[in-house]
């Protein structure tokens, strides 16, 4: 059995979602494969331990530690979803994945293209990032908008138990490659328990609350963030709709478009820093979609355009944090 069965209990952390994902998957299809540093249960399964227990439950040749060499995991990967498995690559932090560019951008990506559609390469890369802990520079940077950017790769980021596991069911079952982004401060928080076999598709936002004078639009752990501002905005009659984007690449271009529509104010608020990222790209589109209709410029709140610092003063000032969320919903909704 997997160290973190699912009971059907009411309650579960996005560590346990994720857990029971990969679990249900390679019990679904004995194709699925894991790979990575530490994944096995003779290292504990992962540094946090998301995949514990499941080298002891299907196998070692299924659940295979590698090497320290984030290229030749996903190497392996591609080449093993080439003949016919379903690979599941873990780059244990998110910065680590520089490492590897040339073969998720170069190879990955774009081998559906380069064979005129006759190859994909149905790989997932899971990885974990996030300020918080004090891991300092190298290990902490939200780095979505690059991977976004590039043709072929599926980009994800969820929020919540519910969507890790939905979202990570449906990553393996794409026959492209996809990037899942896991936060690290956030695996131990709880929240509603995921049902056994539940897909959420690809690219699709969720309104996690209705609203009419101004749109959040977030992902990650910064929805917590926003979720927790709006107690802040509610104090101050503010009517916000709160939209989990949980897809960067493909995003749901129609759902944020008419949320926008409809309140004229935009707030986009995401963990990594805030020039060229993807709050740019979706602020660009609604501006081109709304010209003349918007009552405010949409509005981005980010991190500030450095690395994440080590001192933990300077870590929790770098980031945004419902306070500042609330500031800034208050100043949109001014006028």
Same mark, same amino acid.
Request: some cysteine; aromatic content about 6%.
């Given at each position: 059995?997997?160290?973190?069965?699912?009971?059907?209990?009411?309650?579960?952390?996005?560590?346990?979602?994720?857990?029971?994902?990969?679990?249900?998957?390679?019990?679904?299809?004995?194709?699925?494969?894991?790979?990575?540093?530490?994944?096995?249960?003779?290292?504990?399964?992962?540094? !946090?331990?998301?995949?514990?227990?499941?080298?002891?439950?299907?196998?070692?040749?299924?659940?295979?530690?590698?090497?320290?060499?984030?290229?030749?995991?996903?190497?392996?990967?591609?080449?093993?979803?080439?003949?016919?498995?379903?690979?599941?690559?873990?780059?244990?932090?998110?910065?680590?994945?520089?490492?590897?560019?040339?073969?998720?951008?170069?190879?990955?990506?774009?081998?559906?293209?380069?064979?005129?559609?006759?190859?994909?390469?149905?790989?997932?890369?899971?990885?974990?990032?996030?300020?918080?802990?004090?891991?300092?520079?190298?290990?902490?940077?939200?780095?979505?908008?690059?991977?976004?950017?590039?043709?072929?790769?599926?980009?994800?980021?969820?929020?919540?138990?519910?969507?890790?596991?939905?979202?990570?069911?449906?990553?393996?079952?794409?026959?492209?490659?996809?990037?899942?982004?896991?936060?690290?401060?956030?695996?131990?928080?709880?929240?509603?328990?995921?049902?056994?076999?539940?897909?959420?598709?690809?690219?699709?936002?969720?309104?996690?609350?209705?609203?009419?004078?101004?749109? !959040?639009?977030?992902?990650?752990?910064?929805?917590?963030?926003?979720?927790?501002?709006?107690?802040?905005?509610?104090?101050?009659?503010?009517?916000?709709?709160?939209?989990?984007?949980?897809?960067?690449?493909?995003?749901?271009?129609?759902?944020?478009?008419?949320?926008?529509?409809?309140?004229?104010?935009?707030?986009?608020?995401?963990?990594?820093?805030?020039?060229?990222?993807?709050?740019?790209?979706?602020?660009?589109?609604?501006?081109?979609?709304?010209?003349?209709?918007?009552?405010?410029?949409?509005?981005?709140?980010?991190?500030?355009?450095?690395? !994440?610092?080590?001192?933990?003063?300077?870590?929790?000032?770098?980031?945004?944090?419902?306070?500042?969320?609330?500031?800034?919903?208050?100043?949109?909704?001014?006028?």
């Amino acid at each position: 059995m997997s160290a973190i069965p699912n009971t059907g209990a009411s309650q579960m952390t996005i560590l346990a979602a994720i857990n029971n994902a990969l679990a249900d998957a390679m019990e679904a299809d004995d194709r699925v494969l894991l790979l990575g540093e530490d994944v096995a249960d003779t290292e504990e399964g992962g540094v !946090v331990g998301v995949t514990k227990g499941l080298s002891s439950r299907f196998g070692n040749h299924r659940v295979r530690s590698t090497p320290i060499s984030e290229q030749a995991i996903v190497g392996a990967a591609i080449g093993a979803s080439l003949v016919g498995w379903k690979p599941v690559a873990e780059i244990m932090l998110m910065n680590f994945t520089t490492v590897a560019m040339d073969m998720i951008v170069n190879h990955a990506a774009k081998l559906r293209y380069m064979s005129g559609g006759q190859t994909h390469v149905p790989i997932t890369i899971r990885t974990m990032t996030g300020a918080g802990i004090g891991n300092g520079g190298q290990h902490s940077d939200y780095l979505e908008a690059w991977f976004a950017h590039t043709a072929g790769m599926k980009v994800i980021a969820p929020s919540n138990p519910v969507d890790a596991y939905g979202l990570l069911r449906s990553c393996i079952d794409d026959p492209d490659p996809c990037l899942f982004i896991e936060n690290l401060p956030g695996y131990w928080a709880p929240g509603d328990a995921p049902t056994k076999g539940t897909r959420v598709p690809l690219g699709q936002a969720k309104i996690v609350r209705q609203g009419s004078d101004v749109t !959040v639009i977030s992902y990650s752990r910064m929805m917590v963030e926003a979720t927790n501002a709006l107690q802040l905005a509610d104090s101050k009659g503010i009517s916000v709709e709160l939209i989990d984007l949980r897809s960067i690449s493909p995003w749901d271009k129609p759902t944020i478009v008419e949320s926008a529509a409809k309140t004229g104010r935009v707030l986009i608020v995401h963990e990594a820093v805030t020039p060229f990222g993807v709050g740019a790209e979706i602020a660009s589109t609604l501006s081109e979609a709304l010209f003349g209709r918007l009552k405010k410029p949409v509005m981005r709140l980010g991190a500030a355009y450095t690395p !994440v610092p080590f001192s933990k003063p300077l870590e929790a000032a770098h980031a945004p944090n419902a306070e500042r969320i609330a500031q800034a919903i208050k100043t949109l909704a001014a006028g």
